[in-house]
């Protein structure tokens, strides 16, 4: 059965940095790419980053950009999301997913194209 675990998230300043990780057990793990989202209060659910299964391949929503990178350890399971300068509007709960196989990466924003999900980790960034 998979399972993807998330850890990292926290309070911190603004202009402050967090590391998220997303452990996964019972998937190869190296065979799928891999989302980062986030929930705001009263918000949907949005897109934030996503990388390839080789490692080689990233894409960010444009309000990260330049502020959040995205990494994986294939060897470890885990994939990463390191943001900095962190702003009140990054406030919110972070979710780790797991892309389906056989997805273009044209389509990488898309929740639909996941097919299992963390059950996330509160980020709040104080002004």
């Known amino acids: 059965q998979e399972q993807l675990v998330e850890s990292g998230g926290g309070l911190v300043q603004t202009g402050g940095s967090l590391r998220l990780s997303c452990t996964t057990f019972g998937l190869t793990f190296s065979a799928y790419a891999m989302g980062w989202f986030r929930q705001a209060p009263g918000k949907d659910r949005e897109f934030v980053a996503a990388i390839s299964a080789s490692g080689s391949t990233t894409n960010f929503a444009d309000s990260v950009k330049g502020r959040f990178t995205v990494s994986r350890d294939n060897a470890k399971n885990t994939a990463y999301l390191q943001m900095n300068s962190l702003e009140p509007e990054d406030t919110g709960s972070y979710y780790c997913?797991?892309?389906?196989?056989?997805?273009?990466?044209?389509?990488?924003?898309?929740?639909?194209?996941?097919?299992?999900w963390g059950q996330g980790t509160q980020v709040t960034v104080l002004s």
């Open positions: 997913a797991r892309r389906a196989l056989g997805e273009m990466w044209g389509s990488v924003s898309s929740e639909k194209t996941y097919g299992s």
